[in-house]
C-alpha cells in the first residue's frame, strides 16, 4: 500500500463511521435516531482514531487537509508530498459518504429535515454568523494540530498505539468542548468531499448543499493548522 492508498482508505474509514454516528443519530426510523450530540462525538473521536490504526503505518495517517499542511509548516512533512496527500484525502472523504447514502438508504426518504440530512455529509453552523464561525473551526484545528505536534515533539514517549489513542480521545474532547458552534469541521476534506456527495447523489428531498457555508470549513482549519505549527516553533 502506497501513503497516497493509505491516505485515501483511512479517510474513507474514518467518514464511514464519523458520518455513519451522524447519521444514525439524524435520521429518523433508526434504532439510534436522538441519541445525542455525545454519541457523535464519541463516534467521530473512534472514528478518526480506528482509521488512523489500520493506515497509520504506512502514511502517518493524516486523514485532515489542515494537519498536513500544518505538519509541513512545523518542518515535519515534505512540502512536496502535501498536494498529493490531500487529494487523496479527498476522494477517501467522498468515497466514505457514498458508502454512508448506502448504508442508510432508506431513511433518507423518511427524513423530512433537509439540514439534518445535510450534516451527515457536512458542517453548518449553529448560529449563522461567518466571522465567529471561522473564528470557531480556527480555534478547534488549533487545538487539534497543535496538541499533536506537541505530543510528537521530544522527549514524549508513548508505548506503541497509545498516542493514536489519545488522538482518539482529543477528537472526542474538541467535539465536546468546541464542536457545539459549527460541528466541529477541523477537516477541510472531512468537509468538502461528503459535502461534494451530497451534492451529486439523488438523495430525496435534500435541499441544497450549503455551497455559501462552504468556504468557512475549509479556510478556518487550514488558518487554524498553520497558526499551530507558528505557535508551537514559538513556544518550543
Known amino acids: ?53 489500520a493506515v497509520g503505518n504506512v502514511s502517518g495517517a493524516h486523514l485532515n487537509p489542515a494537519l498536513t499542511i500544518g ?77 499533536i505536534l506537541a505530543l510528537g515533539g521530544e522527549g514524549m514517549k508513548f508505548a506503541d498505539g497509545l498516542q493514536t489513542l489519545i488522538v482518539g480521545f482529543l477528537i472526542v474532547a474538541i467535539g465536546l468542548s468546541l464542536g457545539g458552534t459549527t460541528g466541529y469541521a477541523i477537516n477541510p476534506a472531512r468537509d468538502f468531499g461528503p459535502r461534494l456527495a451530497h451534492f451529486i447523489l439523488p438523495i430525496p428531498g435534500k435541499g441544497n448543499s450549503g455551497w455559501g457555508y462552504s468556504w468557512i470549513p475549509i479556510v478556518g482549519p487550514v488558518m487554524g493548522g498553520i497558526l499551530a505549527a507558528w505557535a508551537y516553533i514559538i513556544i518550543f
Not at 9 to 30: D, H, Q
Not at 108 to 119: F, S, V, Y
Request: charged share 10%; proline share 4%; with cysteine.
Open 1 to 53: 500500500m502506497t501513503p497516497f492508498v493509505a491516505e485515501l482508505v483511512g479517510t474513507m474509514i474514518m467518514i464511514i463511521f464519523g458520518g455513519g454516528v451522524v447519521a444514525g443519530v439524524n435520521l429518523k426510523k433508526t434504532l439510534s435516531h436522538q441519541s445525542g450530540w455525545i454519541v457523535i462525538a464519541f463516534g467521530w473521536g473512534f472514528a478518526v482514531m480506528l482509521a488512523a490504526y
Open 71 to 147: 505538519l509541513a509548516a512545523a518542518g515535519r512533512f515534505a512540502w512536496g508530498m502535501v498536494p498529493s496527500y490531500i487529494l487523496a484525502q479527498v476522494i477517501g472523504a467522498f468515497l466514505g459518504a457514498v458508502i454512508v447514502w448506502l448504508h442508510y438508504y432508506p431513511h433518507w426518504k423518511g427524513t423530512e429535515d433537509q439540514i439534518a440530512k445535510l450534516r451527515v455529509f457536512s458542517t453548518m453552523p449553529a448560529v449563522p454568523n461567518n466571522f465567529f464561525n471561522l473564528i470557531s473551526e480556527v480555534v478547534g484545528t488549533f487545538c487539534l494540530v497543535f496538541i
